[in-house]
């Protein structure tokens, strides 16, 4: 994707996908589709964000060089909000997350220096797993990992396991405020996915981690482990003590709720539905346990485009996701089936077209009420 106009129209093949297709996690794809000047992160492709360097100015040749970077980086954003494709969602993540620098030129060192710093903490404290201090944490961790998609075969495998591991204890005793909280482990898994499907062309679901180089399976682990760090320094209040994050967002998406559906919001009252009770979930593991992981992957490319994707628009999402289910949480004639149904939402054949017409109506609740709060405090 060699420039902004040639990016934007290769957005048009993340909707194209049918649903046989979508079935699997990221269909597989055949080198000789990818465009020409796509590679591998280790040879970075000239993606919108080139830049020259401060001492040596190129010619401008036109518009797309006379974008400045933040400029650029609202192209970016903008074509990244209506999904990414497959083979240039790796480096998008990347670049939208703030782990891979703009600047063409300083890559390949950023590249080297954080992964190098994150195997270098492995080094100094991964053998701490088992001391008195984080034996705890650790156990909880060690715990969590195989429940996380249990039903996907990838994350079964020991090789993987010990990756999330890795990643999770290290993230936790660097960041003492929250440490591990159950849900994080989730958070791991669009970044590790997106991230080794830049080195595999079959089906990713049932791909053993194991036959890949190690340098290979390193840098994937490392990546998974900085684009976490950078997505939980956004939301990092929901997994300090009492996550008062989470328990502001639950009460702003009841508030919400109680304006945009009255009737859905009185019948919870009724059968005294506590919003606690079902979108606890929906904040701490930000919808993965709702939704497919290819749906989830497919949110993120917009989360990751919008500014505070991931906490203020995450809240509209939900709200859009709760009035989705109204004829269904209408005709629930009880407590019991109306909690049974918002923790089973049947979404396991969802794909692309309903996570865009959900981003869609989330989009239109934040337009009305986003900059007029006032529309939905009592």
């Known amino acids: 994707a060699s420039s902004f106009h040639e990016f934007a129209r290769s957005t048009n093949d993340a909707w194209d996908i049918n649903d046989e297709d979508d079935e699997d996690l990221l269909a597989p794809i055949h080198p000789s589709s990818l465009p020409s000047t796509l590679h591998s992160v280790h040879q970075v492709p000239p993606l919108p964000l080139q830049q020259p360097s401060d001492t040596t100015r190129e010619p401008d040749t036109g518009p797309a060089d006379r974008l400045a970077p933040p400029t650029a980086e609202e192209e970016l954003r ?7 494709p497959r083979e240039v969602r790796p480096i998008t993540w990347r670049l939208l997350s703030g782990y891979l620098p703009a600047n063409m030129e300083r890559r390949d060192l950023v590249l080297k220096r954080k992964r190098d710093e994150y195997f270098g903490f492995i080094e100094q404290y991964y053998h701490s797993r088992t001391d008195e201090t984080y034996k705890d944490t650790y156990r909880q961790i060690h715990i969590d990992i195989p429940r996380t998609n249990p039903l996907i075969p990838l994350f079964q495998q020991p090789t993987v396991q010990e990756v999330f591991e890795r990643i999770l204890f290290i993230w936790a005793i660097r960041h003492p405020a929250s440490g591990y ?12 996915v ?3 499907s830049e080195f595999v062309v079959e089906d990713v679901e049932n791909f053993d981690v194991a036959s890949l180089p190690l340098d290979t399976q390193r840098n994937i682990e490392a990546d998974s482990f900085w684009c976490m760090t950078k997505l939980l320094d956004g939301i990092q209040d929901n997994y300090t003590f009492a996550q008062p994050g989470i328990q502001n967002n639950v009460k702003a998406l009841e508030e ?3 304006r945009i559906d009255e009737d859905i919001h009185n019948y919870f009252k009724r059968y005294e539905v506590e919003y606690l009770q079902f979108a606890f979930r929906w904040m701490n593991n930000l919808l993965m346990r709702e939704l497919p992981l290819r749906c989830t992957i497919r949110l993120w490319d917009t989360y990751q485009a919008e500014q505070e994707g991931f906490s203020h628009f995450h809240l509209y999402v ?4 709760l009035i989705e289910w109204r004829k269904e949480i209408l005709s629930m004639v009880d407590f019991q089936g109306l909690l049974m149904l918002l923790q089973n939402l049947p979404t396991i054949h969802w794909g692309n077209e309903e996570v865009g017409l959900l981003l869609a109506e989330a989009y239109r609740l ?3 009420f986003a900059d007029a709060p006032n529309h939905y405090r009592r």
Do not use: E, R
């Open 78 to 84: 903008k074509h990244s909000w209506s999904g990414i």
């Open 181 to 192: 909280v159950q849900g994080i482990n989730d958070l791991v898994t669009p970044f590790f």
């Open 194 to 196: 997106v991230f080794l």
């Open 256 to 258: 919400l709720v109680s």
């Open 318 to 321: 939900c709200a859009a996701f």
């Open 366 to 368: 934040k337009y009305m």
